[in-house]
């Protein structure tokens, strides 16, 4: 099992971005799919998450209105389109495939990463 983000890169405050995920070794339409990020310093948080369908979205409350989640299970790919980008954006974001518990989106297979920085 392998998924590869990228997309990365520096971007102005104001900005936008697309993060790609392409999975491979197993299929995103079976999985409920998501994105993570980790900031210097800081712990990782949750983003995004996607139901392995595509129907049902929800997102963190620091990126809902400027993040938009989606998958192309035909492609075995998914995205984060980042909108009205912040300083407090910058970040390592990471994709990931798993599953949901107790309504919570758990990864259990990740990405390696890919890196956000957003200039003032």
């Given amino acids: ?5 990228s997309g990365g890169g520096l971007a102005q405050a104001g900005g936008s971005l697309r993060l790609s995920c392409a999975a491979s070794g197993l299929a995103l339409s079976a999985y409920p799919a998501g994105w993570f990020r980790q900031a ?3 712990e990782r948080e949750f983003v995004a998450d ?3 369908t595509g129907s049902s979205t929800y997102y963190a409350d620091s990126v809902k209105e400027r993040f938009t989640i989606s998958k192309d299970n035909a492609k075995n790919m998914m995205y984060l389109q980042m909108d009205s980008l912040k300083p407090e954006d910058t970040a390592v974001y990471y994709c990931a495939a798993g599953n949901y518990i107790r309504g919570r989106f758990i990864g259990e297979f990740w990405g390696q990463g890919t890196l956000v920085t957003v200039s003032s």
């Fill in 1 to 5: 099992v392998q998924l590869v983000e």
């Fill in 40 to 42: 210097p310093g800081k």
């Fill in 50 to 52: 996607i139901s392995y």
